[in-house]
């Protein structure tokens, strides 16, 4: 009943947004959709477990991402509200450009709490579908290039998906059930044939890897993130990848029901060390900012699979890690707006001596960078923490002291980029053209850094106990 | 049936017609493969693969072909007789595989043609230079996760139902818009220049 409510709304917004050219309307449009995704999210809060629909349960998981996304689309909204008043849009970009943001909002929280791996499957055409609008948003070359390569690469992605529902479903046809749902696969996990479930994993995890961001389909993630307006760039450096993410705990949860959990888990630990390895050869030469805060993300990802395969607490250490990872990265997003506004470039050559220009950002851009490479202050140091435990724990010594190293490595080209771009004079500037940019356009990325620190020093009893339900999906 | 499919898709030199052909033969398979689903299910199923498959489709790259004027040639990075052995070797693989596959669910001929069929559009993807071959391939991939559909859709039409209606969805309507934005913005269709976005 409220998932009707929900979508037809998301249909009712979108619509109007897409067709509506009045500007007023339009904000309220899309103030109404927040309230409409605050109210779904807090209502499936309050009723957990309960299957609407037949095909979607809430679980704690999924309703700990949808109130991930409900607080993530508040600032995604309003960048994006300032992106389009500085750009000079036209209406008709306008409305698509939001009426693409709410499609992808709501197919990602749809997706989340989807009970049925095709159910699953179909949301994630859709957010290919509307990312592509994102992408495509300033109609030239190098964005065509890069939505063509996003397109082509989540086809074939979605495509190699469907294959290993084909073959889930020969593994489940043989244990004589013939229903896809995540409760039922769950229950007769022990049943299943083993040769398909290896086959149907290997596909399934492949296609979500162009999602969740990590070898081998990362790519076109990379050349979106950095091709689509910093406002959506952020929502797919974060709600996005948690959609990825989704897809690969839930089916990994039905093997943590098997024997052969150690095969998949050494699968998905080569393709994390892989990914790793892969963010800190680009991480150390890389001389776009944006694309190196795209492959931040491919970084964190890795970590967060790593922590998933090792089990023990790096289940726990996952979860919590990937749902900080969505309020720091998207708070990076967002200030490259201004960097942006302040070069006109993003080159690591052109940039430079930030502090000078716009302090409340420089700040920003410091604690997002303590944050991302996971120092002290910041939450995801916590999570990593745990993730090194745990791998320390599973005796992965070889492979902990090989993710220790390459960590160093990003955080020695994190860091030389960042500060050159916070103190290094940069060469060619006219000071005359850079405009003044106001401490309060700052004020939603101070908050999702604190959201995130809070999080993990002082975690809510709510946050606790939907983590540690979520945790025991994986028994 | 399967063997005269394999024959023809070893060649890879007519795209368009190979793609109408397949969507006919595709025609044909089901047609004889899905004999317990109920009629309305069927005849979607049918003209789907007639239909859309065997001619909408291919028209519609046709037209996109003669809009862009795109040289009729497939600009191959290899030539055509090492493909000619790779796409066998393909072949080859898959039949070996298929051996070691004991399962009575599974039609073992379909399970060859659809792994050869996927696997030989891999390949098609990776060795053309032009766009438009590289959509081709998509469909070539498409076509074989169709047949992997049928051999092990029989008893769940519901799931080849899916599959088709988002496969259609997934691989027209993006492929077939964003290539004619490319043919607009993008005088000459050469994948060489869409290489400028990288590190």
Redo the contacts between chains.
């Keep these: 009943m409220i998932i009707g409510i929900f979508l037809t709304g998301t249909l009712i917004v979108g619509g109007g947004l897409f067709f509506n050219r009045n500007t007023a309307v339009n904000y309220l449009l899309l103030i109404s959709y927040l309230a409409l995704l605050w109210f779904f999210s807090i209502y499936e809060l309050n009723a957990p477990d309960r299957t609407q629909f037949e095909f979607f349960k809430p679980d704690s998981l999924g309703i700990l991402m949808l109130l991930t996304i409900s607080v993530v689309s508040i600032p995604a909204f309003w960048h994006g509200y300032r992106y389009i008043a500085l750009h000079d849009e036209t209406p008709k970009s306008r409305g698509l450009f939001f009426a693409a943001m709410v499609m992808l909002i709501s197919a990602c929280s749809m997706a989340y709490i989807s009970n049925h791996i095709?159910v699953i499957?179909?949301f994630t055409?859709i957010t290919?579908?509307s990312a592509?609008a994102l992408i495509?948003h300033h109609r030239?070359?190098?964005a065509?290039?890069?939505?063509?390569?996003y397109?082509?690469i989540c086809?074939?992605s979605?495509?190699f998906i469907?294959?290993g529902?084909?073959?889930l479903?020969?593994a489940v046809?043989?244990a004589g059930i013939?229903d896809?749902s995540f409760d039922s696969l769950y229950t007769h996990a022990s049943k299943l044939?083993p040769?398909?479930l290896k086959l149907a994993f290997l596909f399934i995890f492949t296609g979500f890897t162009a999602k969740l961001g990590l070898v081998p389909m990362y790519t076109a993630g990379i050349?979106a993130k950095?091709?689509a307006p910093a406002p959506a760039g952020a929502l797919l450096a974060s709600v996005l990848m948690n959609l990825g993410f989704i897809g690969v705990f839930r089916f990994y949860a039905v093997f943590s029901h098997t024997p052969l959990l150690k095969w998949a888990s050494t699968v998905m630990i080569v393709a994390a060390v892989l990914s790793v390895f892969v963010a800190t050869v680009?991480m150390t030469?890389?001389?776009?900012i944006k694309?190196m805060f795209a492959y931040s993300g491919i970084e964190h990802m890795g970590l967060v699979i790593l922590g998933l395969a090792c089990g023990g607490i790096g289940v726990y250490a996952a979860i919590l890690h990937i749902v900080l990872h969505s309020f720091v990265k998207p708070s990076l997003f967002f200030q490259f707006n201004q960097i942006y506004r302040v070069y006109q470039s993003k080159s690591i050559y052109d940039v430079g001596n930030y502090f000078k220009y716009n302090k409340a950002g420089a700040i920003v851009l410091l604690l997002g960078f303590f944050s991302a490479t996971a120092m002290p202050p910041s939450g995801l140091f916590i999570s990593e923490f745990m993730i090194f435990q745990s791998l320390f724990e599973a005796h992965y010594i070889l492979i902990l002291a090989f993710i220790l190293i390459l960590l160093t490595m990003i955080i020695w080209g994190f860091g030389s980029n960042i500060f050159r771009l916070l103190f290094t004079p940069p060469i060619h500037i006219n000071e005359a053209q850079i405009p003044k940019i106001k401490a309060w356009e700052s004020l939603p990325q101070y908050l999702l850094l604190l959201i995130a620190v809070y999080l993990a020093y002082a975690p809510p009893a709510l946050l606790v106990n939907l983590l540690q339900d979520a945790v025991k999906l994986i028994s | 049936m399967s063997l005269l499919y394999v024959s023809i898709a070893n060649r890879l030199l007519t795209y368009l017609r190979i793609l109408v052909f397949q969507g006919f033969i595709l025609f044909g398979v089901t047609y004889l493969t899905l004999t317990d689903v109920n009629h309305v299910n069927l005849i979607l199923i049918l003209l789907e693969t007639i239909v859309f498959k065997a001619i909408a489709v291919p028209w519609f790259i046709n037209y996109v072909i003669r809009r862009n004027e795109i040289t009729r040639e497939a600009e191959p990075y290899l030539p055509n007789f090492v493909s000619l052995i790779i796409v066998s070797l393909i072949f080859v693989a898959t039949i070996i595989l298929s051996h070691f596959?004991q399962?009575k669910?599974?039609d073992k001929t379909y399970f060859v043609v659809a792994l050869s069929t996927?696997f030989t559009g891999l390949y098609l993807i990776i060795s053309r230079k032009k766009?438009i071959t590289?959509v081709i391939g998509?469909l070539f991939?498409?076509n074989g996760?169709f047949i992997?559909?049928l051999a092990?859709?029989n008893?769940?039409p519901m799931?080849v139902n899916?599959?088709i209606m988002?496969?259609i969805?997934?691989?027209v309507l993006?492929?077939g818009v964003?290539f004619n934005?490319?043919g607009d913005?993008?005088k000459n269709p050469d994948v060489n220049l869409?290489r400028?976005?990288k590190?």
Aim: cysteine-free; hydrophobic content about 55%; glycine content about 4%.
């Design positions: 095709a499957w179909i055409e290919t579908l592509s495509y030239n070359i190098r065509l290039e890069g939505v063509w390569k397109v082509f086809a074939i979605i495509t469907y294959i529902i084909l073959f479903s020969l046809k043989q013939d896809l044939n040769f398909w050349d950095d091709k680009y030469r890389i001389k776009n694309r | 596959i399962d669910n599974l996927l766009i590289h998509y991939i498409e996760v992997l559909s092990v859709g008893e769940m799931l899916l599959g988002l496969d969805f997934a691989s993006i492929l964003f934005k490319i913005v993008l869409l400028n976005l590190d």
